[in-house]
């Protein structure tokens, strides 16, 4: 939820801290702040400013850091208010250390209470200030840095990733992490430290990823990792194949806009990369055998937020191609429910980041029941990668705009592909079926591509909606979680209430809501449900309900019940939960944009949600 970055080297360090900390601005934006080691001064220097880090960038203008070794933090506040108090870095009492942190230390007040007693004096609100003092305390006579650190750490409960400065020590950055990620980029004479790989991915493509309770020593020359506790670890050093500029936004004007036009391209690689010269389907980096999808009887998915309504999506696939019973579960409720694991349960955890505290605690709770983990997810080497019995990767890039897009029909996109090896493993389906689904499937790339050609009808369509007071987003079957979804996109940019409901719910309660003053979303290509979908949009049209209706190209009758049409090209029900997605996607960001929003980093929010 926060971003943290460090450099060590022989280069400027201010610049490369800024740039890193732009790069990382998704993950929080309320207040940020930079200490670099002032070698000539044998001192810290400290420049923190609340709001984004252009003020930030504003005050290091007129007041310039110098120096080659420093951290950097962009942050969403979880303790203490957006201020330049609460701000990081934050120093000890006698500004030796500083220290930036990504987690929450839940057991804060009660150290700040004795380290008060201890003398100690505090500058903020925040939990992280606790972990300065609390370093200071053991760093003492010819304590290691690191040693120190370890020490305190020791006596923390919550989650942190943390990054560590000394002027005692100037030579070194010390970074450690529990439940918050942190990655090391390996450089020629220079080290960096940071939340996640696009901070310093134009500088080094060798990372280093740290699990939890690891520790590393950082200089110039080396990353020395070891346990917290003191044991040296071996790790693997992992070539990272993204390049900048597919983190940069490439001439769009907002990030989301790049991602929702880059879905056609994403899925079609996608497809092309998971089958083989005879079409069949095969994840080359899933590492679970064939049996556990040929055995299992039980699948649950675990997500949240857009990654739970591809779970949806998931239930509806898995169920149809693979015919035994799935079910998704929100892993916020999942994690204390008790859950009942059966004996061949296969556990699907989908996650964008693979960094989502909920979704980490679900997976944690299901492993100790005995399920398998298989996740799917779209960063390389995440905490919930390297904590599940097998991954299949969405290679979606990297996604920089909060509001989750191209990650999302990828993830679904997937769910689809896995579903279609699964019924050919458990012949759950004749052969050719599959190949006809999966011929389906193959097409919906080209058929994004066409929606994509008219954005500009949409943008219309958006204009002429932004000024609803509130929206309800309607859909059967499988667009059920697309309504969802749709939703969730709206409400998380544009700050417009908005609900998705499977439409057969309408007449027990939300048609309550039906006014002239409400917009509703009606998701009606041709499928097996249309007609009801028809009826649907006829009740709400009775009762004076703003409608737009996504349907299918060549659907007159729907002209009878409202000039408000977002037209999709011809899609096998199957798979149009990928193709209806676009046109919401793009519905949410122009009314958003119609409003004044920021949409690449809405309010309250932030893109890796690693708190609890
Ligand atoms: C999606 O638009 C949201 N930003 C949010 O709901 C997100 O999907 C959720 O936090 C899960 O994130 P993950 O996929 O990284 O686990």
Redesign the pocket.
């Known amino acids: 939820m926060c971003g943290i970055i460090g450099y060590i080297g022989k280069k400027p360090a201010q610049p490369i801290l800024l740039n890193g900390l732009k790069r990382l601005e998704y993950r929080g934006y309320d207040s940020s702040g930079m200490a670099l080691i002032l070698s000539e001064k044998d001192t810290i220097s400290i420049r923190k400013s609340p709001g984004k880090i252009s003020s930030l960038e504003k005050l290091l203008s007129k007041k310039p850091l110098s120096g080659n070794a420093g951290i950097a933090h962009t942050r969403w506040a979880t303790h203490g208010a957006p201020t330049q108090e609460n701000a990081h870095p934050h120093f000890d009492c006698k500004e030796e250390i500083a220290i930036v942190h990504n987690g929450i230390i839940e057991n804060y007040v009660q150290l700040k209470k004795d380290l008060v007693k201890e003398g100690h004096k505090f500058n903020s609100q925040t939990d992280t200030e606790v972990i300065a003092h609390l370093i200071e305390k053991y760093y003492k006579n010819s304590v290691a840095l690191e040693d120190a650190v370890r020490k305190a750490l020791s006596k923390l409960t919550g989650s942190f990733a943390i990054a560590v400065i000394s002027k005692r020590e100037q030579d070194k950055i010390v970074g450690a992490r529990l439940g918050s990620p942190l990655v090391v980029g390996v450089g020629a004479g220079e080290n960096f430290l940071a939340s996640d790989v696009p901070a310093f991915l134009e500088h080094a493509k060798d990372v280093i990823f740290l699990d939890d309770n690891e520790l590393v020593v950082l200089t110039s020359q080396e990353a020395r990792v070891s346990k917290v506790s003191g044991e040296p670890v071996n790790k693997s050093v992992t070539r990272i194949n993204w390049d900048v500029s597919q983190a940069q936004k490439q001439g769009y004007p907002h990030f989301m806009l790049k991602e929702i036009n880059e879905q056609s391209r994403v899925l079609d690689a996608m497809i092309i990369r998971r089958t083989d010269k005879d079409k069949q389907i095969f994840f080359d980096e899933l590492e679970l055998g064939p049996d556990i999808f040929k055995n299992t009887n039980n699948i649950i998915i675990v997500?949240?937020?857009?990654?739970y309504h591809a779970g949806m999506c998931g239930e509806y696939i898995l169920e149809e191609l693979c015919k035994m019973r799935v079910s998704v579960d929100l892993s916020s409720e999942f994690r204390y429910r008790d859950p009942q694991i059966l004996p061949g349960t296969l556990i699907i955890a989908?996650?964008?980041?693979?960094?989502?505290a909920d979704?980490l605690a679900a997976v944690r709770e299901a492993r100790k029941k005995g399920a398998t983990i298989l996740s799917i997810c779209n960063v390389l080497g995440s905490t919930l990668v390297r904590e599940s019995d097998g991954v299949i990767y969405t290679l979606a890039g990297p996604e920089i705009g909060?509001?989750?897009t191209k990650?999302y029909t990828a993830q679904v996109a997937t769910l689809y592909l896995l579903g279609l090896y699964m019924a050919r493993l458990r012949k759950s389906m004749p052969q050719d079926k599959i190949n006809r689904l999966f011929s389906g499937l193959s097409k919906c790339p080209g058929l994004i591509g066409e929606i994509l050609g008219k954005q500009s009808e949409i943008k219309n369509m958006a204009s002429r909606h932004s000024h609803f007071g509130s929206f309800l987003f309607l859909g059967r079957n499988i667009n059920y979680p697309s309504a969802c979804e749709g939703a969730?996109?709206l409400k998380?940019i544009s700050y417009i209430p908005a609900e998705g409901y499977a439409a057969g719910e309408m007449k027990h309660g939300p048609i309550a809501l039906i006014d002239e003053y409400r917009a509703v979303v009606c998701i009606a290509p041709a499928s097996k449900t249309y007609e009801k979908m028809v009826s649907n949009i006829e009740e709400i049209r009775s009762r004076h309900g703003k409608i737009i209706a996504i349907a299918t190209q060549g659907d007159e009758k729907i002209k009878e019940l409202t000039s408000e049409v977002i037209y999709v090209p011809k899609v096998d029900e199957f798979c149009s939960a990928l193709v209806v997605a676009i046109p919401l996607q793009l519905l949410a960001y122009y009314i958003a944009i119609k409003r004044g929003c920021d949409v690449d980093q809405p309010r309250n929010?932030a893109?890796?949600?690693t708190v609890e």
Not at 303 to 307: H, K, N
Not at 350 to 356: D, P
């Open positions: 997500a949240c937020g857009t990654a989908i996650s964008q980041s693979g960094e989502t979704t909060v509001a989750s990650a969730l996109k998380e929010l893109k890796s949600v």
